[in-house]
């Protein structure tokens, strides 16, 4: 039996050997020693059991490969995509290379005949679609503006630039919602959701697939206070109180992700958070010390299944 044994060990080693060292296909091993495909891909297996054979990776610098996984095994995601950055201050540099990482992301992933819903007043996803390259072939796709797009005129370029320049990009359709994030009152809003063409956008948010959102604090970013659709200081204040550590599409929630009902919520024009639950993939594209507690409240609430942000918020939602 000893003598079985050390044989065994010497074809596992051989087969073993020609695999890895020699770079010769299965198919070329069986041949060549006699034996069946499937009994060198079992040898194979046999190598690495037995320790014979033993593959690492090697991670490059600026790779987290590691922290992506316990992201998703500690919050339930489908994904996570962690980069590098230099500054965990540096709001700006972390919202670029994000937004470099999303594009890519979008880029690879996107499916045709997509659903696409896209926040507006996000500088991540701004960021996101300056980095991203025109694709080959046409999507089909619809994306759909999914949080009121107007505002201060001089901001309000970007909400719209936002939504026509992906639909370009993925050689798709955009379909604009035609009002403001927020309105002074509720009848504002019930008068605004009569129009022909903000029904038009409003009707495809529950066929969302692919939702792509920035994640904000409850202080609004400089972005979104530019462009008006902002509640007063009194208003955030109150929100505050009731518990809300941040919001999409100011769409406001708790540190569990549970939303925080207020006369507010009356007030906003967007997805809401459950039609946001619904999208097969609900990508969070958010990052910075400040956003820390938001972003942890949208995934214990399931609001995203996909996140991308840099390695020190990574880091800091991993902290028990």
Same mark, same amino acid.
């Given at each position: 039996?000893a003598?079985?044994?050390?044989?065994?060990?010497?074809?596992?080693?051989?087969?073993?050997?020609?695999y890895?060292?020699?770079?010769?296909?299965?198919?070329?091993i069986a041949?060549?020693?006699d034996?069946?495909q499937?009994?060198v891909?079992?040898?194979l297996?046999?190598?690495?059991?037995?320790?014979?054979?033993?593959?690492t990776?090697?991670?490059?610098?600026g790779?987290y490969?590691?922290m992506e996984?316990? @992201?998703?095994?500690?919050?339930?995601l489908?994904a996570?995509?962690i980069v590098?950055?230099?500054d965990?201050d540096d709001?700006?540099?972390?919202q670029?290379?994000?937004?470099?990482a999303?594009a890519y992301y979008?880029e690879?992933?996107?499916?045709?005949n997509?659903?696409v819903?896209l926040s507006?007043?996000?500088?991540?996803?701004?960021?996101?679609?300056?980095?991203m390259?025109p694709?080959?072939?046409?999507?089909?796709?619809?994306v759909?503006? *999914?949080?009121?797009g107007?505002?201060?005129?001089s901001?309000e370029?970007?909400?719209?630039r936002?939504?026509?320049r992906?639909?370009?990009?993925?050689?798709?359709t955009?379909?604009? @919602?035609?009002?403001?994030?927020? *309105?002074?009152?509720?009848a504002?809003r019930?008068?605004?959701?009569?129009?022909?063409?903000?029904?038009?956008?409003?009707?495809l948010?529950d066929?969302?697939? @692919?939702?792509l959102?920035?994640?904000?604090?409850?202080?609004?970013?400089?972005? @979104?206070a530019?462009?008006?659709?902002?509640?007063?200081?009194?208003?955030?204040?109150?929100?505050s109180?009731?518990g809300?550590?941040?919001?999409?599409c100011?769409?406001?929630?708790?540190?569990?992700?549970?939303p925080?009902r207020?006369?507010?919520?009356?007030?906003?024009?967007?997805?809401?958070?459950?039609?946001?639950?619904?999208?097969?993939?609900?990508?969070g594209?958010?990052?910075?010390?400040?956003?820390?507690?938001?972003?942890?409240?949208a995934?214990?609430?399931k609001?995203?299944? *996909?996140l991308?942000?840099?390695?020190?918020?990574?880091?800091?939602?991993?902290?028990?």
């Amino acid at each position: 039996m000893a003598r079985t044994r050390a044989e065994e060990f010497r074809l596992i080693a051989k087969v073993a050997y020609m695999y890895h060292q020699l770079n010769i296909k299965q198919k070329v091993i069986a041949d060549q020693l006699d034996i069946s495909q499937a009994t060198v891909s079992r040898l194979l297996r046999q190598a690495q059991k037995e320790g014979i054979v033993r593959i690492t990776v090697t991670m490059p610098t600026g790779v987290y490969a590691d922290m992506e996984n316990e @992201l998703c095994a500690v919050y339930g995601l489908k994904a996570a995509i962690i980069v590098d950055c230099e500054d965990p201050d540096d709001e700006t540099s972390i919202q670029h290379h994000i937004g470099s990482a999303a594009a890519y992301y979008v880029e690879t992933t996107i499916e045709k005949n997509e659903q696409v819903g896209l926040s507006s007043w996000s500088s991540s996803l701004l960021a996101m679609v300056n980095a991203m390259q025109p694709l080959a072939k046409s999507t089909n796709a619809q994306v759909v503006q *999914v949080l009121g797009g107007v505002g201060n005129p001089s901001a309000e370029i970007y909400a719209s630039r936002i939504t026509e320049r992906f639909a370009n990009l993925v050689h798709g359709t955009a379909i604009f @919602l035609p009002a403001p994030g927020v *309105v002074s009152s509720v009848a504002m809003r019930e008068a605004l959701q009569e129009d022909q063409f903000v029904q038009q956008a409003v009707r495809l948010f529950d066929d969302v697939s @692919l939702a792509l959102v920035g994640i904000g604090s409850v202080e609004p970013s400089k972005l @979104l206070a530019s462009s008006g659709n902002v509640f007063a200081p009194e208003e955030l204040q109150l929100i505050s109180e009731a518990g809300a550590v941040g919001d999409v599409c100011l769409r406001f929630f708790d540190a569990e992700g549970q939303p925080v009902r207020t006369s507010y919520d009356e007030r906003v024009i967007s997805i809401s958070l459950d039609q946001l639950k619904k999208a097969k993939r609900s990508v969070g594209i958010a990052g910075g010390r400040r956003k820390v507690q938001a972003i942890r409240g949208a995934m214990r609430g399931k609001l995203i299944n *996909v996140l991308i942000t840099d390695h020190f918020t990574a880091k800091q939602l991993l902290e028990k």
